[in-house]
């Protein structure tokens, strides 16, 4: 059985810095593409980050690209979101999620992620 589990997110003000991370268990990590998603209140869920199996290949939304950094260590079975320059817009329960099956589309897509962890609020005050 697959478990993502997300840690690091908390209440800070604007221009902070937060780093997310999420452990994952149950499965070969290495052969994961690994997702950053946000949900914030009122609002759909939004792609944030991924990353491919090996780390050399990130992909990022528009709005976080040059703040958010993506990375993963395979051998720690873990993913991270560096997130800088903290805007009060990023307010949001951040979800890592993980695919561990080939699909042909985006990797900004949750139909690609089968699998979810329980999410982490990350609150940003002005």
């Known amino acids: 059985q697959v478990h993502l589990v997300e840690s690091g997110g908390g209440l800070v003000q604007a221009g902070d810095s937060l780093r997310l991370s999420c452990a994952v268990s149950g499965r070969t990590f290495s052969t994961a593409a690994m997702g950053w998603f946000r949900q914030a209140p009122g609002k759909e869920r939004e792609f944030v980050a991924a990353a491919g199996r090996s780390g050399g290949m990130t992909y990022y939304a528009d709005s976080v690209k040059g703040r958010f950094t993506i990375s993963r260590d395979n051998a720690k079975n873990t993913v991270w979101l560096q997130m800088n320059s903290l805007k009060p817009e990023d307010t949001a329960v951040y979800y890592c999620?993980?695919?561990?099956?080939?699909?042909?589309?985006?990797?900004?897509?949750?139909?690609?992620?089968?699998?979810w962890g329980q999410g982490t609020q990350v609150t940003v005050s002005s």
């Open positions: 999620a993980a695919s561990f099956t080939l699909y042909s589309g985006s990797y900004s897509s949750e139909a690609r992620y089968a699998y």
